[in-house]
């Protein structure tokens, strides 16, 4: 049965994945790395001063990222409280909604592999990944996919009110991420264009009501945060935009090619069919040359184009972090549809070899899933019983797939027998080794050990603390810290966290003062000590 013909379970297939895959335990562990509880730590103090245009971090401006994040954040404190799953939440709603408009989108201009085509967005390592993480980065390639589908779809229709979602969701991607996203868009356009040999395509996407209705919405934020803080320019334009594409400012550096690597991982587990996808893409682009770009195949020729624009770009920059390159998975997922739709409209099967190598690719993050602990308390892969065990089971998981790929129903089946190990892999993150997690990388446990050691409100120092854990502990506790590190000790009592073995440094800082231990956090190597009030005496 054609999917256009049961829309019902469709729309019930999407919500269900969509819940598990995004929503789904998003309190088993808590914010994770520096930015998470960074992000969530701002929204809460604009939340809290009722203050919806200065993002501030420890009551000072905070310039570096636009608003939209902050503001869907302080929504979401409004109606569930604050907490760390709730700041989770804008990019598991941004991420549902990116792949809801695929759906529509391919329903509407491709029919036949819609449903398809959104699972594998939803599925990619990399939409999974970050649908989950407090940060900019989902509300950004949401944003621009909405933006870039719009225009596309008013490409092929000359719908004026396509055109105007393009605009509109071109202003949303610029509230959450800055000018990058007017600038990709620019591109990817732009090239599309050229290899149309239609220049006139770019005036005619130059639509007055369109630049007013952007400017309506992007501007005025920027307008009125550059008004509170005259610094805004400098520190979000200059430094956080110029400085860090063009510099190691803030130490980020990676290989050119290191963009390679993190978009095969985000793509997992269709990166092998992505391939196949692109080259046949490429391949057909040069056998026809450009009478492609004059039929239905200038939409794969597109999705190619805003595929290699921001990993291109990108690896220009001399600062890389991974998620910079998120909105170039989303157009795989569209290419990878019409690939699977045109086999098997034309009775065409994948070769054998790339049916192999993607049921090994698709069953291989089973054995990293099933062993979380051993990586985070040994930074290897023991080979002992248990990892014998996943590895057979990933092994049986790919000989599965393989052998159903291989059956009379080949590329029919391909979404549904590649989601199995998608859903076991995501099941046993979160249900088995969630704990493991929250315990070795999050600074949730190490708040809560903190608030069962004191019984009233105390200062809070840092000694030999990681970023990650400082920030994590300014979410937690919600509390400005200070930093033994930076010669700002307290001069009353307060509770000192510091690195394990530091109790003698930790004394010649505070000569004179009573130091006592209070315990210790043995799974990140912390331990807690009170520390008197200047003039108190000697203690241990």
């Keep these: 049965m054609n999917q256009s013909s049961r829309p019902h379970t469709n729309w019930l297939l999407l919500a269900g994945f969509c819940g598990f895959l995004f929503f789904f335990g998003l309190a088993y562990f808590g914010l994770l790395g520096a930015d998470e509880p960074r992000y969530a730590q701002v929204a809460r103090e604009m939340f809290y001063r009722h203050d919806w245009v200065t993002p501030t971090l420890g009551g000072k401006p905070w310039l570096e990222k636009p608003v939209l994040y902050y503001w869907q954040a302080i929504l979401a404190y409004s109606v569930f409280g604050v907490s760390d799953w709730a700041a989770r939440l804008p990019s598991a709603v941004d991420a549902t909604l990116m792949v809801v408009v695929i759906y529509l989108f391919l329903r509407r201009f491709r029919p036949g592999f819609q449903l398809d085509g959104a699972l594998m967005a939803a599925s990619m390592a990399g939409v999974v990944g970050f649908a ?35 605009y509109v969701f071109l202003a949303l991607g610029t509230l959450a991420k800055g000018p990058v996203a007017p600038f990709l868009a620019v591109v990817i356009i732009a090239i599309f264009a050229a290899a149309k040999c239609e220049g006139r395509l770019i005036w005619r996407t130059l639509w007055v009501p369109g630049v007013l209705l952007f400017c309506a919405i992007a501007l005025p934020w920027y307008v009125l945060v550059q008004m509170r803080n005259p610094e805004f320019f400098r520190v979000f334009i200059l430094e956080h935009n110029l400085s860090r594409f063009g510099s190691n400012l803030y130490h980020h550096q990676q290989p050119f090619w290191y963009y390679a690597p993190v978009v095969l991982l985000g793509l997992v587990p269709w990166t092998v069919f992505v391939l196949a996808a692109l080259v046949g893409s490429i391949r057909a682009w040069w056998a026809e040359k450009r009478q492609m770009l004059k039929s239905e195949d ?71 899933a099933l062993m979380i602990q051993y990586l985070l308390l040994q ?141 210790s956090f043995a799974p990140q190597g912390l331990d807690y000590f009170w520390v008197s009030a200047a003039g108190m005496g000697m203690g241990h």
């Design 132 to 166: 989950r993480a407090a940060s900019m980065d989902m509300p950004l390639a949401a944003s621009l996919t909405i933006a870039l589908l719009a225009w596309y779809a008013w490409h092929e229709t000359d719908a004026k009110h396509y055109l105007a979602g393009f």
């Design 298 to 368: 200038a939409l794969n020729a597109f999705c190619v184009i805003w595929m290699l624009v921001p990993v291109l770009f990108f690896s220009v920059s001399q600062s890389k972090l991974p998620g910079y390159v998120l909105p170039a998975l989303p157009p795989c997922a569209v290419l990878l549809a019409e690939y699977v739709r045109r086999r098997v409209t034309d009775d065409e099967n994948a070769s054998i070899t790339v049916t192999i190598l993607h049921a090994l690719l698709a069953a291989s993050p089973l054995v990293p």
């Design 379 to 519: 930074h290897r892969l023991p080979w002992g019983d248990a990892a014998k065990l996943s590895t057979m089971l990933a092994v049986m998981v790919a000989v599965a797939v393989a052998v159903t790929l291989r059956s009379r129903y080949g590329l029919r089946v391909l979404r549904f027998v590649t989601l199995v190990p998608v859903v076991l892999v995501v099941a046993a993150v979160l249900k088995l080794h969630a704990p493991a997690v929250d315990a070795n990388l999050s600074a949730r446990p190490v708040a809560a050990e903190i608030d069962k050691l004191v019984n009233k409100p105390m200062p809070l120092a840092l000694f030999r603390i990681s970023r990650e854990t400082e920030y994590g502990l300014q979410f937690y506790r919600n509390q400005t810290m200070s930093r033994y590190g930076l010669r700002q000790i307290p001069t009353g009592e307060h509770l000192l966290v510091a690195a394990e073995g530091s109790q003698a440094d930790i004394a010649r800082l505070v000569p004179g003062r009573r130091v006592s231990y209070l315990g």
